[in-house]
């Protein structure tokens, strides 16, 4: 059994979750979702191909 996370461990992960969030769909999903939202991989395709839309990039293929 692990142990509990102290106060300054749960900060720090919710600063790696919080950086991570801003860069990728996914994960700001998963974060403002609670953790009810549950990653698999053709969210997380969807997720790439909205990211490449919000910068512009092409989709196709």
Known sequence: MQK???????NALSAILKT?????LASFIELASGW???R???????????EQVERG???AG
Request: hydrophobic fraction near 35%; proline fraction near 3%; glycine fraction near 6%.
């Open 4 to 10: 509990p996370l102290s106060l300054e461990e749960r």
């Open 20 to 24: 991570d969030a801003r860069g990728h």
């Open 36 to 38: 009810q939202w549950q």
């Open 40 to 50: 698999a991989r053709h969210l997380d395709l969807i997720c790439d191909v909205l």
């Open 57 to 59: 990039g092409n989709c």
